[in-house]
């Protein structure tokens, strides 16, 4: 069971408000709407306490540390775009629902079946035989466990 206060959890955390903010200040520049100011102030406040309380996780592109109002290009490619994974076994911490999530906002897909044709094959525990046909078919394997999942590091490992 993860607890809240666990590193990987409160990691997760950051990563999805960082995510967040993002967004919202792309929509904004972009004259797209977006969220409230009030709703944008709330998560940069939770964004903002957990990197007092967890200084060793934050990021160096984390939305906290941004000058101004740097403007954010409003169009910028999907980094995931035209890539293609089968997600397989289970993780700590982040859960693999979010995983999805995350490639999919990135501009990936996210498929079930391992074909020769996908990008790479994520495993985390106890993948069971997508492992073994990914290996039979020369796809691409990543251990997911051996990753700090930040958005940077999954950029990092899925290009």
Not at 48 to 65: A, G, M, N
Not at 97 to 107: A, F, T, V, W, Y
Request: proline residues 6%; hydrophobic residues 35%.
């Amino acid at each position: 069971m993860t607890m809240i206060n666990e590193p990987s959890y409160i990691k997760c955390r950051m990563n999805a408000l960082s995510e967040a903010l993002t967004t919202a200040a792309r929509f904004y520049y972009s004259g797209g709407g977006g969220v409230s100011d009030v709703t944008y102030d709330e998560l940069m406040q939770d964004l903002l306490q957990l990197e007092e309380e967890h200084p060793q996780l934050v990021e160096p592109d984390s939305p906290t540390k941004r000058l101004g109002s740097q403007v954010i290009d409003p169009t910028p490619t999907p980094p995931l775009k035209g890539n293609t994974y089968v997600i397989a076994g289970t993780m700590n911490g982040c859960l693999l629902n979010d995983l999805r999530d995350e490639i999919r906002h990135l501009g990936g897909s996210v498929v079930t079946n391992v074909t020769t044709k996908i990008t790479a094959l994520i495993i985390g525990n106890n993948p069971k035989e997508a492992y073994t046909e990914a290996l039979s078919k020369g796809v691409k394997v990543i251990h997911l466990n051996e990753y700090n999942l930040t958005t940077t590091a999954l950029l990092g490992i899925l290009k």
